[in-house]
């Protein structure tokens, strides 16, 4: 984020801060005044701020913020002291040994009015920005909207408010095929999930990630020259998780919660800072969930424990993280297959869909993080970061065959599924700020690599004999005898990603006018093993890309901001198949393109961004004359508005519309050209409401609504679902219990118990009316 200018702290300028622990308020008027604030932690341990809004002089903010405590301040330009008044007012002043504080907690932005979300996000190599000199749509989701989430799910908390994201799957359903769509592109869930800014580590069975996440932030469209190319190769956009660190103020927070059917949970969050300038840290965050979910026969049982260590320096800052979890879920839906021309209606939840009750689905694994950052001089920093990531998988799910429209279905096979994935990315750069004339730069560049070792037995083995049934009424079966897990396990693929970027941005005119402009250069290496052999199968995949990029960003004034800009996104080419006349052909990384322009305005309480874009995405076809080639095109277009905020006080927004035209404009002999995209509906509202109940202090009722359009399954847009809509309803109430701060949350998901299908089928469908309550109690 960019400091505020010389003269912030004499100036009045318009801030919504709500509510908070003291140490967090003073933080984010640190940044907003641009101010170095000088105070010994104790004095202001167990202290809460109250809300302050309004057009104020940093003096005039200070005053309110520490209202009603013991605590005065003496300011010399952007230095401010604080100090402790004894009990008694003409006592001595209590000296304690002072920390500085100097800008944004862990590197990070502070939040926005209303506290949902950040005042900015990292933007790839580009390093953390205000959403108001971001020339892209970014957006970074606070702990507040974390823990205010009745599933904790990253991507539930993003796509139940944004209107450009959707996730399919349920809370209970197979992680992978719980993926999120941005702009109406999908990625790989939470294969392409970055973790402090680094892609490749993240794999299946990640959902616990929520429980260590201070920030979740979303970058939507292609990202290649900011973060490289994705290791799936999807180009929807980017969501990068920011772990937790240890804060000023000590943290001893313990969370039980109850979720229908009968799940119960539990959670401990520890955080500390030691030495003489708080330079070391330590977080520690366990997790424990288990019980029958709102979906009968299916049960879950997952645990998760998370280190963050920490050092910050003058100079140098340093984190490591380790994560491991474990997620287990029995009764996993079954995945449903049709080729009907109409799509049977959803069941209703009392006749809900589950699975086999021997259907499984488990997952478990280590994750390690390094990173590094040192400032060379106050205008140059260099980076480096490393991470591991080992996992195992196992899932065992019948398949539905649909018969016909009347949910009469066949048990055809097992989809028998044993992998272990090893994960390893790094990412070394540096950034300096320089002039030329009264051209001031900003130049990044990185390299980044990733490596992704599969091993895996994964197929669908034929059933014969079992008896069908009805998604009305399902009936189960025992477990067939011969779908048992292979002992070994044998080397399948093995995907490796290198790239090297640069880029600078031009601040002009006062720094109103931004020009970014920048080139990546992409290796792709592909892999894959005989499993009997276990030698190189075929020819190995060993193609590159070059990608550039430019965006622009001009102030209007301090409160509007319009932008546009050109990126692109990669995906791995492929080999042409032995039956076409170019068969042995091997295809360069293939391009996605975005074009976007987009108007911001920040009110100081509450903002709104519009912004009209337009991707297109090749694909393989084979045309007449049998030439293997990635000619083929989906084009999405699509608007989108947003707004978040706190528009009056104690009235808390997040929320927008989306209208996207997906198009397949380049098809196979022509066959589909101009139809829709499957699995992209047209309209998406989204509204999400808090409000501080003025009759009871620390009261909150909450509120969320969400309307998906009709959209087509298929790419002969024969198969379609219809609109859809979902309300939720909660309350969150801070109060203390002897002394101890307690805050109780409550969400019902999904009132009106509305029953739809996710997207295609196997999706599957809605989750039922569930209850969530939990307390947050801490010492």
Not at 251 to 259: F, Q
Not at 672 to 693: H, I, S
Not at 749 to 777: C, D, E, I, K, M
């Amino acid at each position: 984020m960019s400091a505020a200018p010389a003269h912030a702290q004499s100036a009045a300028i318009s801030i919504s801060i709500p509510a908070q622990p003291l140490s967090q308020a003073l933080l984010e008027l640190a940044n907003r005044y641009s101010l170095d604030l000088a105070y010994s932690p104790e004095i202001v341990k167990g202290l809460y701020a109250p809300a302050v809004s309004g057009s104020l002089t940093a003096d005039q903010a200070l005053g309110q913020v520490l209202a009603n405590t013991n605590i005065r301040y003496q300011r010399r330009g952007k230095n401010v002291s604080l100090t402790a008044m004894a009990p008694n007012a003409d006592s001595q002043v209590t000296q304690l040994a002072p920390v500085t504080v100097t800008g944004s907690l862990n590197g990070l932005t502070p939040a926005y009015a209303g506290g949902q979300l950040a005042t900015g996000s990292r933007v790839g190599m580009l390093g953390n920005k205000d959403f108001m000199e971001t020339p892209f749509s970014t957006k970074a989701y606070t702990r507040e909207s974390i823990e205010n989430s009745p599933s904790g799910n990253l991507l539930k908390v993003i796509s139940d408010s944004d209107p450009s994201v959707s996730t399919t799957g349920s809370d209970y359903d197979l992680s992978n095929y719980a993926s999120v769509h941005i702009r109406g592109f999908s990625t790989a869930g939470f294969e392409d999930l970055g973790i402090n800014g680094l892609y490749g580590l993240a794999s299946y069975g990640n959902r616990s990630l929520g429980d260590f996440a201070e920030r979740v932030e979303i970058f939507k469209g292609p990202s290649a020259l900011l973060n490289g190319m994705m290791p799936s190769g999807s180009v929807a956009g980017t969501v990068n998780t920011v772990t937790k660190r240890a804060t000023d103020e000590a943290i001893n927070r313990v969370t039980l919660g109850y979720e229908s059917d009968s799940i119960y949970s539990g959670k401990v969050d520890f955080g500390r800072r030691f030495g003489a300038d708080n330079e070391w840290g330590i977080r520690i965050n366990a997790s424990k969930r288990k019980g029958e979910t709102a979906v009968k026969h299916k049960k879950v049982d997952n645990e998760a424990v998370g280190l963050g260590l920490d050092y910050r320096g003058s100079r140098l800052r340093v984190g490591l993280d380790w994560i491991h979890n474990e997620e287990n879920t029995d009764g996993v839906s079954a995945q449903i297959t049709s080729r009907l021309s109409a799509v049977p209606a959803p069941p209703t939840h009392d006749k809900l869909i589950a699975g086999e009750p021997w259907s499984i689905y488990n997952t478990k694994g280590d994750l390690f993080m390094l990173k590094g950052e040192y400032d060379l001089s106050d205008d140059t920093t260099v980076w480096a970061s490393v991470g591991h990531n080992d996992r195992k998988m196992t899932a065992n799910v019948m398949n539905w065959r649909l018969l016909n429209e009347n949910g009469d279905f066949a048990r055809d096979s097992v989809l028998v599924w044993n992998s272990k994935f090893k994960n390893l990315a790094a990412d070394i750069g540096a950034q300096t700020k320089f002039e030329t004339g009264p051209i001031r730069h900003q130049l990044s560049v990185n390299a980044n690599a990733s490596e992704r070792t599969v091993y895996q037995v994964r197929a669908n083995y034929p059933i014969a004999g079992l008896p069908g049934g009805n998604i009305y009424d399902p009936t189960y079966v025992s477990k067939p005898t011969n779908v048992d897990y292979s002992p070994s396990i044998p080397k399948s693929n093995e995907n490796t990603l290198q790239s090297i970027g640069v880029a600078d941005t031009l601040s002009m005119l006062d720094d109103r006018l931004q020009l970014t402009v920048g080139v990546r250069q992409q290796r792709v290496k592909q892999k894959t093993f005989d499993p009997i052999t276990g030698q190189v199968k075929g020819d190995v995949y060993n193609e590159s890309a070059t990608t550039p990029a430019v965006a622009a960003l001009f102030k209007l004034t301090d409160q509007v901001s319009v932008y546009g800009n050109y990126i692109e996104g990669l995906s791995a080419g492929a080999q042409a198949p032995v039956s076409a006349a170019n068969a042995g052909e091997m295809f360069a990384p293939y391009k996605s393109r975005q074009k976007e322009l987009g108007v911001k305005y920040d009110a100081g309480s509450f903002a709104t961004t519009l912004a009209v874009f337009e991707i297109t995405r090749p694909s393989a076809v084979t045309n007449a004359d049998n030439i293997y080639s990635f000619d083929g095109e989906q084009r999405n277009r699509g608007v989108e508005w947003e707004v978040f905020g706190e528009p009056m006080k104690g009235l808390r927004l997040i929320g927008g519309l989306s209208w996207k035209q997906a198009k397949l404009t380049k098809t196979q002999s022509g066959l589909y050209q101009g139809n829709d995209a499957p699995e992209v509906p047209r309209f998406e509202a989204k509204l999400g409401v808090a409000y501080d109940v003025p009759q009871i202090n620390g009261l909150t009722l909450t509120a969320n609504a969400i309307h998906t359009g009709k959209q087509y399954l298929d790419q002969a847009n024969v198969q379609s679902i219809p609109s859809w809509r979902r309300y939720d309803l909660g309350f969150a109430y801070a109060t203390r219990i002897a002394s101890t701060p307690v805050t109780f949350r409550g969400t019902v998901y999904n009132v009106a118990n509305s029953h739809y299908w996710y997207g295609v089928l196997w999706r599957g469908v809605s989750q039922p009316r569930t209850f969530n309550l939990s307390a947050t109690f801490e010492f």
